[in-house]
């Protein structure tokens, strides 16, 4: 049986004492991929950004427990909440080239967040990071190591930043519309590299999309959100073939741009 990694019991999420998420359970599995969607404003970001702590300082958890394995990430510390972030689970925004640094080279970058968690020299980091930039089938990958930000396509720049995020190999990998600003042949080799990653680490992936052709061509399994409430959750078949829910098939009639015959 598939180990449980990540848990979401009766979470409520408020900002500035307003509820946006209400009552939302969940559960992810080591290796398994599960799809956030709803419309704008559900609370999709929200609930992911919940489970790293980054909810600002006016956001945050007013009911029920998240757990990563047996921790509740909301009892601890923000010194241990650190250690997890980033080691334990990975995150990946829509824009990584806008939330790389743009004066500093990926390889600095790469050297800088890799001694944030380890013990590792300049050497070590590289020849870490040159192996992982070769499994995700990066064509120059001594390139990108000495590139500046400016100096990478945006569909680069995206697949550094995952690359940056999976550098802990961290189980967990929480990736907010990684692949919206990107156009749609990079989109399919991102997420292509995303499944790459799963096959090859077993790495549990939560994905925040608009996009319901991205479900379909990445989930096992699906959670629909409208106004920060569970509209439907369940195997990714079930919810896409079979959806209960008016708004779910609403969401659905949109034109999928990828499918999975698509093959990622
Ligand atoms: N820092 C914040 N302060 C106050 N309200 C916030 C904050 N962040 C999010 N919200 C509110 O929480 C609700 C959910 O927002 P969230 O960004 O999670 O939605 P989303 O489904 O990810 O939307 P989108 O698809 O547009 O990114 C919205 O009503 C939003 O206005």
């Given at each position: 049986m598939q180990e449980t990694i990540l848990r979401y019991d009766s979470v409520e999420i408020s900002f500035n004492g307003k509820p946006v998420v209400t009552d939302i359970s969940f559960s992810l599995k080591n290796g398994e991929i599960l799809g956030l969607v709803g419309e704008s404003g559900s609370g999709k970001s929200t609930l992911m950004k919940a489970a790293m702590g980054l909810l600002g300082t006016t956001g945050m958890v007013t009911r029920g427990d998240i757990f990563y394995r047996e921790q509740n990430i909301l009892d601890i510390s923000e010194k241990e909440k650190r250690k997890i972030r980033g080691a334990q689970i990975g995150m990946i925004f829509q824009d990584a080239g806008a939330s790389l640094c743009p004066i500093r080279t990926i390889g600095e970058q790469i050297y800088e967040s890799m001694r944030a968690h380890k013990k590792v020299t300049r050497a070590e980091a590289k020849e870490h990071a040159l192996d992982l930039f070769e499994k995700m089938n990066f064509k120059d990958g001594k390139r990108v190591w000495d590139?500046?930000?400016?100096?990478?396509s945006g569909g680069m720049n995206q697949r550094a930043g995952i690359a940056i995020a999976m550098l802990m190999n961290p189980p967990i990998l929480l990736a907010d519309e990684p692949t919206s600003a990107l156009d749609v042949s990079v989109q399919k080799q991102v997420l292509s590299e995303m499944k790459h990653l799963r096959e090859l680490f077993g790495t549990a992936i939560m994905i925040v999309t608009h996009d319901i052709g991205v479900v379909r061509a990445m989930a096992d399994k699906v959670l629909v959100l409208k106004d920060g409430r569970k509209v439907e959750y369940g195997r990714a078949e079930d919810v896409l073939n079979h959806p209960q829910d008016a708004y779910t098939q609403r969401l659905l009639s949109a034109v999928p741009v990828l499918r999975r015959s698509d093959h990622l």
């Amino acid at each position: 049986m598939q180990e449980t990694i990540l848990r979401y019991d009766s979470v409520e999420i408020s900002f500035n004492g307003k509820p946006v998420v209400t009552d939302i359970s969940f559960s992810l599995k080591n290796g398994e991929i599960l799809g956030l969607v709803g419309e704008s404003g559900s609370g999709k970001s929200t609930l992911m950004k919940a489970a790293m702590g980054l909810l600002g300082t006016t956001g945050m958890v007013t009911r029920g427990d998240i757990f990563y394995r047996e921790q509740n990430i909301l009892d601890i510390s923000e010194k241990e909440k650190r250690k997890i972030r980033g080691a334990q689970i990975g995150m990946i925004f829509q824009d990584a080239g806008a939330s790389l640094c743009p004066i500093r080279t990926i390889g600095e970058q790469i050297y800088e967040s890799m001694r944030a968690h380890k013990k590792v020299t300049r050497a070590e980091a590289k020849e870490h990071a040159l192996d992982l930039f070769e499994k995700m089938n990066f064509k120059d990958g001594k390139r990108v190591w000495d590139s500046y930000p400016f100096e990478l396509s945006g569909g680069m720049n995206q697949r550094a930043g995952i690359a940056i995020a999976m550098l802990m190999n961290p189980p967990i990998l929480l990736a907010d519309e990684p692949t919206s600003a990107l156009d749609v042949s990079v989109q399919k080799q991102v997420l292509s590299e995303m499944k790459h990653l799963r096959e090859l680490f077993g790495t549990a992936i939560m994905i925040v999309t608009h996009d319901i052709g991205v479900v379909r061509a990445m989930a096992d399994k699906v959670l629909v959100l409208k106004d920060g409430r569970k509209v439907e959750y369940g195997r990714a078949e079930d919810v896409l073939n079979h959806p209960q829910d008016a708004y779910t098939q609403r969401l659905l009639s949109a034109v999928p741009v990828l499918r999975r015959s698509d093959h990622l």
